[in-house]
């Protein structure tokens, strides 16, 4: 029998939890990745059925992570597992805790080398070389050196965070990070209100257009509903874990999905107005803050100063994230006697850490070009495609698919205490088919061929003419 992770520390609060959640679930993918998605998907178009992804596919699938976590009390692996068997099925559910565990490796092994560039932005944007932002991005990009050590900073930082447990380490500093993020986000809202082309940045982001909408702009917005809410990998499972019994799971899933898209349509609002102010150019992924946000930060007064402030901001997202996707694997080693939490901790950074170093030399000696004369980074590419486009997608789908179908409805009834009938049978509804149907559709399409997508959704199309 397992010991109980609780016996490694628990939240002491039932803000920690919240906290600890959201701030895994804001991250690198709400501060870039919401703004320019919504900015070039469509605007309003996107941002509803971002929204509407969020709320039944998104929030369903959270609170089944919570409910098995907390139930069990263990790592992902194990806590599958024994709810695979208590449920009178079988412990391969354990499967789908490893899935979520390589997955997390993976998802680290290029999140710090971006998050490490956020760090480095910090003092490159308080001591301005005086260079154009795309030329001082690509000399920031071209050497191995600067990308590895930054990286390693930012390994160092959250393998120090997870080692510390969950009570004097992530639970500690979450209670810090958070509210100096919300702080700073406002801070820079208002900034951007009262300096940028505020209204500008409104109509783009919230006016819809709905020619824009295609397939792909479904899929984004599922993907990017996914890997902003953390989820299918074992993160908000394994926080799960240490959340005491009298907190309320569907009410607490809504307010983590709810903070985690305030935050990206809030990261929209501050970052929009000053690119259009300055008409430093949309850009695209990490162009956006990178180069655009960074060349108006040179070009405007206090930007010496808004510039690293942006930049501590973006990093602390980073930083509550990155702890959530070592958590699942640390706790697992822990909680099997294997190594101590703090070794754990350092065996696992040390594996990402090692993985990075291939991400970082992706984007300059091991860089390819595409068709289109574009440099890109294969390793980054290949990691990000194996664990966000295919292994976190199949781990959400399967963590739906058990909930919904197989596991016993009297635990997840005991688990979930009183819950309103009404949200009860929505919430059944929504992880008994919405969610596998959805996720299975974004993740046939990862794994198919273009092509055959195009095909299926003639076939469609031709059923209504
Ligand atoms: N949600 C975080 C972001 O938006 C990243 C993240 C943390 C994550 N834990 C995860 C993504 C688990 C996928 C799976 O940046």
Redo the contacts with the bound molecule.
């Keep these: 029998m397992h010991k109980k992770l609780q016996s490694q520390g628990t939240w002491i609060g039932k803000w920690t939890f919240i906290f600890a959640a959201t701030g895994?679930?804001?991250?690198?993918?709400?501060?870039w990745?919401f703004p320019y998605k919504a900015g070039t998907e469509g605007g309003a178009a996107f941002v509803l059925i971002y929204l509407l992804c969020i709320v039944v596919i998104g929030i369903p699938i959270m609170i089944s992570e919570i409910l098995i976590g907390r139930r069990y009390g263990n790592s992902p692996i194990n806590a599958m597992k024994k709810s695979g068997i208590e449920s009178g099925k079988s412990g391969v559910w354990a499967l789908v805790g490893w899935i979520?565990i390589i997955?997390?490796i993976l998802?680290l092994s290029f999140?710090s080398v971006i998050a490490g560039i956020c760090l480095n932005y910090i003092y490159i944007s308080a001591f301005p070389s005086g260079q154009e932002a795309s030329a001082q991005f690509g000399e920031v990009i071209s050497s191995p050196i600067n990308l590895i050590f930054w990286h390693t900073v930012f390994m160092a930082l959250t393998m120090w965070i997870v080692s510390a447990g969950v009570k004097d380490g992530i639970g500690r500093i979450v209670k810090i990070l958070m509210p100096m993020l919300g702080f700073l986000l406002i801070f820079m809202v208002f900034y951007a209100v009262l300096k940028g082309e505020f209204l500008k940045a409104l109509s783009f982001l919230f006016a819809p257009d709905f020619s824009k909408i295609t397939t792909s702009t479904f899929l984004t917005a599922m993907g990017q509903a996914?890997?902003?809410?953390?989820?299918?990998?074992?993160?908000?499972m394994a926080y799960g874990a240490y959340m005491s019994k009298d907190q309320k799971i569907i009410t607490t899933s809504f307010s983590v999905g709810s903070l985690?898209t305030l935050i990206a349509v809030l990261a929209g609002l501050a970052i929009f107005p000053i690119v259009f102010a300055f008409n430093t150019g949309l850009g695209e992924g990490p162009g956006l803050v990178f180069v655009s946000l960074s060349e108006a930060f040179n070009q405007m007064n206090f930007g010496r100063i808004i510039g690293p402030l942006f930049f501590i901001l973006l990093s602390v997202?980073?930083l509550s994230?990155?702890i959530?996707?070592l958590e699942p694997g640390v706790a697992y080693l822990a909680e099997e006697g294997f190594l101590r939490r703090e070794i754990s901790a350092i065996v696992i950074s040390l594996l990402c850490w090692f993985i990075g170093i291939g991400t970082a030399l992706g984007f300059n000696i091991l860089s390819t070009v595409d068709d289109l004369g574009e440099s890109v980074n294969p390793i980054l590419n290949s990691l990000e495609l194996i664990?966000?486009q295919i292994l976190?997608p199949l781990g959400g789908l399967l963590i739906a698919i058990f909930v919904g179908w197989f596991m016993k409805e009297a635990l997840i009834k005991s688990e979930l205490g009183n819950v309103n009938k009404i949200i009860y049978s929505s919430w059944r509804f929504f992880i008994k088919f919405v969610a596998p149907l959805a996720v299975g559709f974004i993740f046939l399409s990862q794994i198919l061929p273009e092509s055959f997508l195009v095909q299926v959704k003639e076939f469609f199309l031709s059923l209504f003419n």
């Excluded at 895994?24 to 501060?31: H, P, Q, R, T």
């Excluded at 996914?226 to 908000?236: E, K, N, W, Y």
């Design positions: 895994s679930a804001v991250g690198l993918g709400n501060i990745g979520g997955a997390g998802i999140y996914f890997f902003s809410l953390s989820l299918g990998m074992g993160s908000i985690d997202a980073a994230s990155s959530s996707i664990s966000v976190q």
